[in-house]
């Protein structure tokens, strides 16, 4: 498991590759490896927007966390920034709205198996310098973990990130641990307990409680037994103070300008510093796999020995 340098002529090429190649650069993502590009693939569309975000740290009292875009609604969420000062926000919308897309149009080429099978999720601006982030336990991210979103279960959809060092001189510094085909039987069922199968009437209630859209009001709703554990493995990770001292990792160092894609819900990582990056999430349907028994959800079957979903 580890990194897969690819140079930037490869992106560049990715309309003349065959699938072959597009199916093995996505195995290697499903099986814990982390693509990158030393040289992004992407660029902001002006280098006044990147300094306009590069700005943005300044006025940190407008910047309470990750600022987030959301491309289904075209709304910044989760923070309040420049609520008085619209001609910014309006800004930042478009910056981001512009990256979403083409981080979108690039994956879509270069990961063509997943084209189509995916959601697009959030894009998040990540302004803060990591080092020495005051945030709860479960919140801090230079904790190894894997992902989990408390308010988006994902029922089995794959969490795939492509994240970008924007900084114009200094490295996104992170640590990887081993994947989750071999972190799950470490712990699980001896201190975390496995999943259990739902039942048939289990199922159709939480699809009937999403089809009412009382799903979105409540997640707990919406969380399969596999959104469940999953959460549970992230806080499990997060508040043992062994593996976290102890547990198998690589230190790696992303370079300025370089970008990154990896299955955060496969791979435990953890951000220790590293000051603005942009980052796009992707929820991959799990038919979409091209070595679907390294996903999570087949190796917590095959530690349960049944079907969950
Ligand atoms: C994370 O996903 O845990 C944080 C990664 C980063 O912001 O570099
Ligand atoms: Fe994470």
Redesign the pocket.
């Known amino acids: 498991m580890g990194l897969v340098t690819l140079p930037l002529e490869i992106a560049r090429e990715t309309t003349r590759k065959s699938t072959e190649q597009a199916r093995l650069w996505c195995k290697q993502l499903e099986e814990g490896n982390i693509l990158l590009f030393p040289q992004a693939p992407i660029a902001l569309e002006t280098a006044e927007d990147l300094q306009f975000l590069l700005g943005l740290e300044q006025s940190r009292s407008v910047l309470h966390k990750n600022l987030a875009y959301q491309s289904a609604t075209d709304r910044i969420v989760g923070a309040n920034l420049c609520s008085a000062n619209s001609a910014a926000h309006a800004r930042l919308r478009g910056i981001l709205r512009s990256y979403s897309q083409q981080v979108t149009e690039f994956l879509t080429k270069f990961l063509t198996p997943y084209q189509s099978h995916w959601q697009v999720d959030y894009t998040s601006f ?1 302004a803060i310098e ?1 080092q020495g982030r005051h945030l709860p336990l479960r919140k801090r ?1 230079d904790l190894l ?1 894997i ?1 989990a979103f408390p308010t988006r279960p994902t029922q089995g959809a794959r969490i795939l ?1 492509f ?1 970008q060092n924007i900084h114009p001189t200094r490295p ?1 510094e ?1 640590i990887i641990g081993e994947p989750f085909r071999a972190l799950a039987p470490q712990f699980a069922p001896t201190h975390i307990a496995l999943p259990r199968p739902e039942s048939a009437w289990m199922q159709r209630s939480r699809n009937a409680a999403c089809r009412s859209g009382m799903g979105k009001a409540i997640p707990a709703l919406q969380r399969s037994s596999y959104d469940r554990f999953m959460l549970r493995f992230h806080n499990f990770l997060k508040e043992n103070s062994v593996y976290q001292s102890q547990g198998a990792r690589t230190a790696i160092s992303f370079p300025p300008g370089s970008s990154w894609m990896i299955y ?1 819900d496969t791979v435990p ?3 220790l510093s ?1 000051q603005y ?1 942009l ?1 796009q999430t992707f929820l991959v349907a799990p038919q979409a796999m091209v070595a679907p028994e390294h996903s999570p959800l087949a190796v917590l079957e095959s530690l349960v020995g049944q079907r969950l979903l």
């Open positions: 990540r990591e991210n973990h992902d990130r994240f996104r992170w955060t990582h953890a951000v590293g990056a980052e």
